[in-house]
């Protein structure tokens, strides 16, 4: 790689971004690779229902290791969360950026992209919506193909079906097992 691409690649990596404007940088950057998508509430850290103290954040048993797991295997890992909590006032919109800006530094996830609206507000990126995935898209260089996103819920599946690439609903603690049988049948 030159150096030219390094620093590149390095200014699109691990941040944390509200993905309703739009892109953080909008130009996508760093090698082609595949995106493995992760809701966050239920599959990164256990959801107690409007996470947004690093008190409150209890990681999900494996959750880091399978995200370890994935870099080794040449994924994008890309965290995309609603969080209305910022629209009810229960957060602020820093609050949940310093939140996440702490995950990046505990965790090798690339970027964490949320929506800050409400169910039935009219926002493109909030789940079942594919927004934030398509914003992801136009950050990083995404290999489409060969992505997947990781939910707990319909919605989360939904917005893998309305991106067009597979959801897999996660089976609860401990996904690494689940993902890396995915990940080998899909590429056997
Ligand atoms: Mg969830
Ligand atoms: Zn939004």
Not at 11 to 19: G, I, L, M, P
Not at 129 to 154: C, E, K, N, T, Y
């Amino acid at each position: 790689m030159h150096a030219a691409d390094t620093s590149r690649y390095r200014r699109h990596v691990r941040f944390s971004h509200c993905a309703c404007d739009g892109p953080r940088y909008g130009r996508p950057a760093g090698p082609l690779r595949p995106a493995a998508f992760l809701d966050r509430d239920g599959v990164v850290n256990v959801d107690f229902g409007y996470v947004r103290h690093v008190r409150d954040w209890h990681w999900i048993h494996g959750a880091r290791a399978g995200i370890e797991w994935l870099k080794t295997q040449g994924y994008w890992v890309i965290v995309v969360t609603n969080q209305s909590a910022i629209a009810r006032g229960l957060a602020t919109e820093p609050q949940v950026l310093a939140l996440h800006d702490w995950v990046l530094a505990h965790a090798r996830v690339d970027a964490i992209y949320h929506c800050r609206h409400l169910p039935g507000d009219p926002c493109p990126a909030r789940k079942p919506q594919p927004g934030m995935l398509q914003v992801a898209g136009q950050d990083f260089a995404i290999d489409w193909a060969h992505s997947f996103l990781l939910g707990d819920r319909d919605t989360d599946l939904e917005a893998a079906q309305n991106a067009n690439i597979p959801g897999l609903l996660s089976t609860g603690d401990d996904w690494r097992a689940q993902v890396r049988d995915y990940v080998s049948r899909r590429t056997s």
